[in-house]
């Protein structure tokens, strides 16, 4: 991932990958969101570069992190595979140029309509994450005579260390299977007569910024993995590796990370040396490549407290709202002089707050800010709430040239 965030400031005007923003708006109209190619890229590159330590990788880009469709197409060129979780999903992946043979389907709630079309795509492992949809998978394989890969997300009772609502690796969550339903389903027909257990996966959540669950949790897949009868082609890693959002705040080293899946794996690479090791990670590739752009409507004042009203809603960035996230503001100029405010949008709704007690420069209507690492998980989770029409999203690629992008289309049936 990158170090810093393409926002800078070049004289006194705000800047995304040295464009000023100022002029962007004047052909956009705020709230909308802002990514860069080149920090993508470099992101995607230095992830493989770190994963290179092993002999064997397939880098499966968690597309729940942004699905916009430019975005997974550049990262299809860099060599990426995808990690999704819903049919749609699957079809942008492969629009983008992503290949079947790199894609893996996780998620607890896969249908019948999702199995189907994943199965005629050929995937490369259906990530299963209970015994019943292990037995749906085998008999829709079996209805169209082939034979599904599978592998078992493994749930590693370990508890990490990141918000609540975005922990997922211990008992009391809904994802994967435990060690002993794993080795309990091996041989019976009912799971295997139309599928083939190829690998084993382990997510324990998001915005991981410390390394001692994932160790937990990576011996954990390893004894489970040598337990089972026959060689796994692969091991699945998953993502979570989180960013400082604040400046300073403790993040993993991705050097770190790498040599402890070596070290932790080590078992079975002995077993297997070819083993192929896949990673998802979402945010660590794209968060930093992206901002969200609002405009001051107005500033208000209550007793003790300032407010600034900003154009753009909790219904268009949400992260603040769910998980009382921090993200860095870039004011439009940054005044020395600074007054401590609350950054609110219009939606009617006390959460709609992106800042609390923020130390900003004091804006005028029509200026504007920028919330820094909005490229993960910010458009993807827009709505339409208070019947606000969703942000637009603005890609600078790498020759400065600005590539509006289009309206998302969710609603198609498969
Ligand atoms: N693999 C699986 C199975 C996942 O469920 C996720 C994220 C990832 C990979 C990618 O995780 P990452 O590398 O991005 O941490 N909306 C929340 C994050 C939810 C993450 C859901 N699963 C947020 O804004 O922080």
Do not use: W
Not at 253 to 275: S, V
């Amino acid at each position: 991932m990158v170090k810093s965030s393409p926002l800078s400031y070049l004289d006194s005007d705000l800047c995304f990958d040295n464009l000023k923003i100022a002029e962007i708006i004047k052909n956009n109209p705020t709230p909308f969101y802002l990514y860069s190619e080149k920090s993508i890229k470099e992101s995607y590159q230095h992830f493989s570069q770190a994963a290179s330590i092993l002999p064997q990788t397939t880098i499966c880009y968690a597309m729940k992190a942004n699905g916009q469709l430019e975005i997974l197409k550049l990262l299809a060129r860099a060599g990426s595979g995808a990690d999704i979780v819903s049919g749609n999903e699957l079809r942008r992946a492969l629009e983008a140029g992503i290949p079947a043979s790199k894609i893996v389907f996780s998620g607890v709630g896969k249908t019948k309509e999702e199995i189907d079309y994943a199965l005629s795509q050929d995937i490369y492992s259906f990530n299963v994450e209970s015994l019943e949809e292990l037995e749906m998978i085998n008999r829709l394989a079996k209805e169209k005579n082939q034979t599904a890969r599978v592998s078992f997300r493994l749930n590693p009772k370990v508890m990490a260390k990141t918000h609540k609502h975005i922990a997922t690796g211990d008992k009391i969550h809904k994802f994967g299977l435990l060690e002993q339903d794993i080795l309990e389903s091996l041989n019976q027909d009912i799971y295997y007569s139309h599928t083939k257990l190829v690998g084993l996966s382990i997510h324990i959540g998001s915005q991981l910024t410390e390394l001692e669950a994932t160790k937990k949790a990576l011996k954990a897949l390893c004894e489970c993995a040598l337990k089972i009868p026959h060689i796994l082609e692969f091991l699945d890693v998953g993502g979570g590796l989180g960013i400082n959002y604040e400046k300073d705040s403790a993040t993993i080293d991705i050097n770190e990370y790498m040599t402890l899946i070596q070290r932790e794996l080590d078992p079975y690479y002995q077993k297997n040396p070819q083993l192929n090791i896949v990673f998802e990670p979402g945010r660590i590739l794209i968060a930093r490549a992206g901002c969200f752009v609002t405009s001051i409507i107005r500033n208000k004042k209550t007793e003790g407290v300032n407010f600034m009203i900003v154009d753009g809603g909790m219904n268009d960035f949400m992260r603040p709202s769910l998980y009382n996230a921090y993200h860095e503001i870039f004011p439009s100029i940054d005044l020395s002089e600074k007054i401590s405010t609350d950054v609110v949008g219009p939606v009617c709704e006390s959460t709609d707050i992106f800042a609390h007690e923020r130390m900003l420069p004091l804006l005028k209507p029509g200026q504007f800010i920028a919330i820094a690492d909005t490229g993960a998980y910010g458009f993807v989770l827009a709505s339409n709430y208070n019947l606000r029409v969703k942000p637009c999203q603005i890609l600078i690629q790498e020759d400065k040239s600005i590539l509006r992008l289009s309206k998302e289309e969710y609603s198609q049936n498969l």
